[in-house]
T-cell receptor, first 114, second 114 residues
Framework: GENVEQHPSTLSVQEGDSAVIKCTYS??????FPWYKQELGKRPQLIID?????GEKKDQRIAVTLNKTAKHFSLHITETQPEDSAVYFC?????????????FGKGITLSVRP | DGGITQSPKYLFRKEGQNVTLSCEQN?????MYWYRQDPGQGLRLIYY???????QKGDIAEGYSVSREKKESFPLTVTSAQKNPTAFYLC?????????????FGEGSRLTVL
């Protein structure tokens, strides 16, 4: 089955700096890669996703890049703000497969220092 | 106000007792999911259902049971066979069944076994 790993497990940045969170996946058939943000005590929420037919997607201060050859994808947050502090989960799935399901990584705790 | 509702928010159980967690959605979503969240373990899939009266095991189904008698409801029973039931449980739903769309999560239920 699919195995999704996130590195590092924690990340601390200064407010205004950029943050990059990386994930690797094992199943070359995976073709959908969402990122979820979970603030302390709240539910996870989708912040951005990417499909395997594109290499990059942007939405204001966040972007996701995908390298299918290396089987890794990354979340980029620019001009970080204290409200970006949260746990970020990456995930991968194979859309359309007979037993497709979404596999999450273990999460990365991002702390933005004011 | 559309959304996904879990209850109870906090639950305490004695060893050997079964407990049922409720999950209701009024989003008219076809698919529903149960995840377990433990510190440092990410989100692990317990069960999922893509259609009424049908459901599939996820990665950690042992000791759990579900039913999907109505489109709106997907209750999870944590049985006495679950060896380590203390955890945070998240229910989610999605509009489609291809696992390439946004998951909408409930606020979660925290189960503590005394």
């Amino acid at each position: 089955g699919e195995n999704v790993e996130q590195h590092p497990s924690t990340l601390s940045v200064q407010e205004g700096d950029s943050a990059v969170i990386k994930c690797t996946y094992s199943d070359s058939a995976s073709n959908y890669f969402p990122w979820y943000k979970q603030e302390l005590g709240k539910r996870p929420q989708l912040i951005i996703d990417i499909r395997s037919n594109v290499g990059e997607k942007k939405d204001q201060r966040i972007a996701v890049t995908l390298n299918k050859t290396a089987k890794h994808f990354s979340l980029h947050i620019t001009e970080t703000q204290p409200e970006d502090s949260a746990v970020y989960f990456c995930a991968a799935s194979t859309v359309g497969g007979a037993n497709s399901k979404l596999t999450f990584g273990k999460g990365i705790t991002l702390s933005v220092r004011p | 106000d559309g959304g996904i509702t879990q209850s109870p928010k906090y639950l305490f159980r004695k060893e050997g007792q079964n407990v049922t967690l409720s999950c209701e959605q009024n989003l008219n979503h076809d698919a529903m999911y149960w995840y377990r969240q433990d510190p440092g373990q990410g989100l692990r899939l317990i069960y999922y259902s893509q259609i009424v009266n049908d459901f599939q095991k996820g990665d950690i189904a042992e000791g759990y049971s579900v039913s999907r008698e109505k489109k709106e409801s997907f209750p999870l029973t944590v049985t006495s066979a679950q060896k380590n039931p203390t955890a945070f449980y998240l229910c989610a739903s999605s509009l489609g069944t291809t696992l390439a769309g946004e998951l909408f999560f409930g606020e979660g239920s925290r189960l503590t076994v005394l």
